[in-house]
């Protein structure tokens, strides 16, 4: 099973500032990473797949990068419903697997 | 619009069963595989099962393998869990999720809880 770490578990941010979110495989996954927003008491949303190609609908401020083991989620520019939990996901390999998630919380 | 609607969860002791439905809307259901997804009480996300769009293929997470069963009627645009021998590790919310065009999950519904307990 490919186990998918993220750090760090939580991050503070000031509203304005830039968020940097890492995930990182067991195993190589090439390109097969996604991301999610889930805020309390909602589903998760997607945000990005392919590590780099935004959902529809998700802003510019999000961006996905990364390949093989090591992926970054930046949001440039926090916004206040952007104060989250965010997990990634592979899809390279069965099972599928999740990150531990990172709460993004206000500083 | 995409929706999924699950229903299905309550309250069971360890050892029952029970079978969740997520109604799916919005989109040509036999052309999608479908997933579950689960979350335990203030934890992470955690896959539990998928099916391919014609039902011909099955794919699940060894915690639930043996145990649980998932199925599709795609005349009713419906996707289903059996779950059997339930137990409390089991409790979480389950999510339906629709499968993109790689094993990602593009949209979920708002999730049935399933608690197990004496």
């Known amino acids: 099973e490919i186990v998918m770490t993220q750090s760090p578990a939580t991050l503070s941010v000031s509203p304005g500032e830039r968020a940097t979110l890492s995930c990182r495989a067991s195993?190589?996954?090439?390109?097969?990473l996604a991301w999610y927003q889930q805020k309390p008491g909602q589903a998760p949303r997607l945000l990005i797949y392919g590590a780099s190609t935004r959902a529809t609908g998700i802003p510019a401020r999000f961006s996905g990068s990364g390949s093989g083991t090591e992926f970054t989620l930046t949001v440039s520019s926090l916004q206040s419903e952007d104060f989250a939990v965010y997990y990634c996901q592979q899809y390279n390999d069965w099972p599928l697997t999740f990150g531990g998630g990172t709460k993004v919380e206000i500083k | 619009e995409v929706q999924l609607l699950e229903s299905g969860g309550g309250l069971v002791q360890p050892g029952g069963s029970l079978r969740l439905s997520c109604a799916a809307s919005?989109?040509?259901?036999?052309?999608?595989?479908m997933s579950w997804v689960r979350q335990a009480p203030g934890k992470g996300l955690q896959w539990v099962s998928a099916?391919?769009?014609?039902?011909?293929?099955?794919f699940y997470a060894d915690s639930v393998k043996g145990r649980f069963t998932i199925s599709r009627d795609n005349s009713k645009n419906t996707l289903y869990l059996r779950m059997n021998s339930l137990r409390a590790e089991d409790t979480a919310l389950y999510y339906c999720?629709?499968?993109?065009?790689?094993?990602?999950?593009?949209?979920w519904g708002q999730g049935t809880l399933v608690t197990v307990s004496s």
């Open positions: 195993q190589s996954v090439s390109s097969n």
């Open positions: 099916m391919t769009g014609s039902g011909g293929g099955t």
């Open positions: 919005g989109f040509t259901f036999s052309t999608y595989d």
């Open positions: 999720a629709k499968v993109g065009r790689s094993y990602y999950f593009d949209f």
